[in-house]
């Protein structure tokens, strides 16, 4: 089941002209929020966030415009089924709404924290302003470091700072602070990373955001990565050609910013 340019279908499978530039270059812009509440209005869902980067996407790109009324009625139908969606526009304003579920083991996830690995340079993700189709980037990157022991990659520019992960936002605690990598550094602005920001300055809580060098990584007691899925997961390791690095993926800050996915 999907939604398809106005239409729900009842298919695994979705036709496209072998011309097409989304098949042939990646050439799409998506995001994929979590409904909250069963509800796209619910403040945690985000929805017109959601809604305003891909209209950032689609301004800076030039392309057409989606039937916005669409995009509403098909996210509509299909979280009646699932709770988060992927919300797809081509170029020619075509919108395309796939649902999936939450991952099984997101829980254990969220509690005890992940393992991660610097994948080489070459994967910094192309155009990592925008969520566009052409994801191969960081695909790879995940698939080049997943094991039984690594879930995730962490994306690195050319001078070895640390970027964001396969999947989301970076988030680091030390010196009495959330750190973040600023967006001039090539990341993507991610919807929970700005929910975030925005929670903890609300809260009195100041936000460094700084480039992430080799120093500054090894000074953190505790990181995280955050997306509109999964929320916020802990790592509690960093494998690198130079060392481990340790994290403690039980730090008490976890506490604190949990409560902005509840609020």
């Known amino acids: 089941m999907f939604w398809y340019n106005g239409k729900l279908i009842q ?3 979705l036709e496209l002209d072998i011309n097409e530039p989304g098949l042939l270059y990646g050439a799409t812009v998506f995001t994929t929020l979590r409904v909250y509440g069963n509800s796209l ?6 929805w017109q966030a959601h809604c ?16 916005w009324k669409f995009v509403r009625q098909g996210a509509e139908i299909i979280l009646a089924h699932f709770p988060v969606l992927r919300i797809t526009i081509f170029p020619d304003g075509r919108e395309w709404i796939i649902g999936r579920f939450l991952p099984d ?3 254990q996830k969220q509690r005890n924290g992940v393992s991660c690995a610097v994948a080489q340079p070459e994967f910094n993700r192309s155009l990592p302003s925008h969520k566009t189709g052409n994801y191969l980037s960081a695909w790879l990157a995940k698939i080049s470091v997943q094991s039984s022991d690594v879930q995730e990659a962490i994306l ?3 001078a070895g700072n640390w970027l964001e992960t396969s999947t ?6 030390r010196d009495g602070n959330w750190w973040t990598p600023p ?11 700005s929910q975030l920001v925005n929670w903890l300055q609300k809260h009195q809580q100041a936000v460094q955001q700084e480039v992430w060098t080799a120093d500054l990584v090894k000074g953190f007691e505790a990181i995280a990565y955050t997306n509109s899925v999964v929320e916020i997961i802990p790592i509690h390791t960093v494998h690198q050609p130079a060392g481990s690095l340790q994290y403690n993926p039980y730090h008490p800050s976890f506490k604190q910013v949990r409560r902005s996915f509840l609020a």
């Open 11 to 13: 298919s695994q499978t």
């Open 41 to 46: 209005d619910d403040n945690l869902t985000n």
């Open 52 to 67: 305003d980067r891909l209209l950032f996407s689609l301004q800076s790109f030039g392309w057409q415009h989606p039937d």
């Open 105 to 107: 083991d997101l829980t």
């Open 156 to 158: 690195v520019d050319t």
């Open 168 to 173: 989301g936002n970076l988030w680091g605690w």
């Open 183 to 193: 967006l001039s550094a090539g990341i993507l602005p991610g919807v929970a990373r």
